[in-house]
């Protein structure tokens, strides 16, 4: 299969979303926490203060900003009155745009008496998405960390500091984030989103851990499956190291059920390995297929085409007649290799009862080259006769490394057949 892995490339910008809820003047409005007793300040200071709000209503920030600053230079200011002018400042910043001048305004409104717990962390909130938003990472995840260490388990704050790892190429932290947040969301029952999954997926890719990447596809495939996560994990599963070239039809079966074969060269080698596995049925299905997606039967092999279509009906047609011939062989053979292949094409003739039970006949005879390989075409003629269950208990016991397990677990992905998949991905 040659396909290269391109998905996540032209989705990271939509994963890494268009920004986070910056400071507006009304951020700064704080609901005050302290007894009422501590809220006061002195007489001299209420006509400056009254004047430094009328100029922040006229919008008269510079004007504003000297008040409050000669305000300032009062001695024996009470602590409550360097709140109200950190706060007035605040306001100024956010009406100028002057971050650096905000921050330290929230910093210290942050650290008085003065503020109810969740208005500080809507400031430190605020302030991170402003940092972030300005393309300013390194702060915007120190105040989001700021805010994590008070709630950890904060949504919105681990998807900020997350995304700006990932803008600073710092994959590793990027991974270490959205994991955990991925197990906060299994803990609580909750789906993660898709955005977190993209991004996850790419910075994986990012650091080259295919086996990641591919663990994150199936995860998408579970909850947001598309055509082209299957083309992708299937491509990642087949080149890794390890896996078995007996596997290749079985790699076929999968990419034919999630409607991933796309060239006419890819129907023709399934349906010459279905052949070649004595599966003239499967072969018939398959170059069918082939011409139904007019992939086979036009162009400059389309002789050829033809000819190995007519093959494969004489073939199938042909093996209808031999299949009790070929059960008794099977039943008096050593292993139990004969059984397995006749089981599975009488399950793929529709004959569903009696191929599962030939071929668990197989299975319990042994003698076979690998137990794995035949339990995975059992579990899938278990799912071809709807029997979903014991299908998984089948697949779920496979554990080789040859490639056996991966597409096991892959085919309780699939949708029953006639069934609605989830909706795609957009």
Same mark, same amino acid.
């Given at each position: 299969m040659k396909k290269t892995s391109y998905l996540f490339a032209a989705m990271l910008l939509a994963a890494?979303?268009?920004?986070?809820?910056?400071?507006?003047?009304?951020?700064?409005?704080?609901?005050?926490?302290?007894?009422?007793?501590?809220q006061t300040v002195r007489a001299e200071m209420g006509k400056p203060l009254n004047e430094i709000q009328e100029l922040l209503n006229a919008k008269q920030f510079p004007q504003a900003l000297e008040k409050i600053n000669a305000l300032d230079a009062l001695d024996k200011k009470t602590p409550y009155e360097m709140f109200a002018i950190h706060r007035l400042r605040a306001v100024v910043a956010s009406g100028t745009n002057d971050s650096a001048l905000l921050a330290s305004s929230f910093d210290n409104m942050i650290n008085t008496e003065f503020l109810k717990e969740p208005e500080k962390l809507r400031l430190m909130e605020a302030m991170a998405g402003t940092w972030f938003n300005e393309k300013k990472y390194p702060l915007a995840r120190e105040w989001a960390s700021r805010y994590l260490a008070k709630d950890p388990a904060n949504q919105g704050m681990n998807n900020l500091l997350a995304r700006a790892y990932y803008l600073e190429n710092d994959y590793a932290n990027t991974i270490k984030v959205l994991n955990a947040q991925l197990a906060e969301d299994d803990k609580a029952k909750r789906t993660p989103t898709l955005e977190n999954l993209k991004l996850l997926g790419g910075s994986y890719q990012q650091i080259k851990d295919k086996n990641g990447y591919a663990t994150v596809l199936e995860r998408l495939i579970e909850l947001y499956p598309q055509k082209e996560y299957w083309a992708d994990i299937l491509y990642t599963i087949e080149n890794r190291p390890g896996f078995s070239d007996r596997l290749r039809l079985d790699m076929y079966r999968l990419l034919l059920a999630t409607n991933n074969l796309e060239e006419g060269p890819q129907f023709v080698e399934m349906t010459e390995l279905a052949l070649l596995a004595g599966l003239p049925a499967e072969a018939k299905t398959t170059v069918d297929a082939g011409y139904a997606a007019?992939?086979?039967?036009?162009?400059?092999?389309?002789?050829?085409?033809?000819?190995?279509r007519d093959k494969v009906n004489k073939q199938a047609a042909d093996d209808i007649k031999t299949l009790d011939a070929g059960e008794a062989s099977a039943k008096s053979a050593k292993t139990?290799?004969?059984? *397995?292949?006749?089981?599975?094409?009488? +399950?793929?003739?529709?004959?569903?009862?009696?191929?599962? =039970?030939?071929?668990?006949q197989g299975l319990a005879k042994g003698g076979l080259k690998s137990v794995?390989?035949?339990?995975?075409?059992?579990?899938?003629?278990?799912?071809?006769?709807?029997?979903?269950?014991?299908?998984k208990e089948i697949l779920k016991s496979i554990q080789s490394k040859d490639g056996a397990?991966? *597409?096991?677990?892959?085919?309780?992905? +699939?949708?029953?057949?006639?069934?609605?998949?989830?909706? =795609?991905?957009k």
């Open positions: 890494l979303g268009s920004g986070f809820y910056p400071v507006t003047v009304n951020a700064v409005q704080a609901q005050e926490a302290a007894e009422p007793a501590k007019n992939l086979l039967g036009t162009g400059k092999d389309a002789s050829k085409h033809k000819q190995l139990g290799v004969g059984l *397995l292949n006749i089981g599975y094409n009488y +399950v793929i003739n529709g004959q569903h009862e009696k191929g599962l =039970a030939l071929m668990e794995d390989e035949a339990k995975l075409h059992l579990g899938m003629a278990y799912l071809q006769a709807g029997n979903r269950d014991k299908a397990a991966d *597409l096991a677990r892959l085919w309780l992905l +699939v949708p029953p057949a006639g069934s609605k998949a989830a909706p =795609a991905a």
